[in-house]
């Protein structure tokens, strides 16, 4: 399994993370002589006020995305040849991207 990550600015609650855990952040408002990557922790507890934080204090955040294996990646072309895609070109084209964002 590689897992990959995604930037996500936070600007509104739409923004803020499904679950619950430790994510990489950047903090808002330093001065740009400090070091300002921090672990946040995100709270899905709706009085615990990590969301009002979170929008206060976070610029933006980098959220984990599993990449798909060889096998999941051809389960998905398996539907899309159904509906007359050329599963040869979907497979090469997911497999291929998949390796680039991973650096093989």
């Known amino acids: ?13 739409a923004d803020l993370p499904e679950r619950e ?3 990489f952040v ?3 408002g330093l001065p740009p002589e ?6 946040g922790y995100y709270n899905l507890s709706p009085n ?6 979170w929008l206060n204090e976070i610029d933006w955040y980098l959220q984990p ?3 798909p294996s060889d096998e999941e990646i051809e389960k998905v072309s398996n539907k899309y040849s159904e509906e007359h895609f050329a599963m ?3 497979v090469a084209g997911a497999k291929w991207l998949r390796d680039k964002l991973i650096n093989k």
């Open 65 to 67: 995305v599993e990449l």
């Open 34 to 39: 400090v070091i300002d990557i921090a672990v």
């Open 1 to 13: 399994m590689e897992i990959v990550y995604r930037k996500v600015f936070v600007k509104s609650e």
């Open 88 to 90: 040869e070109d979907f």
């Open 48 to 53: 615990c006020g990590y969301k009002e934080d």
């Open 26 to 28: 950047k903090l808002k």
């Open 21 to 23: 855990g430790r994510y």
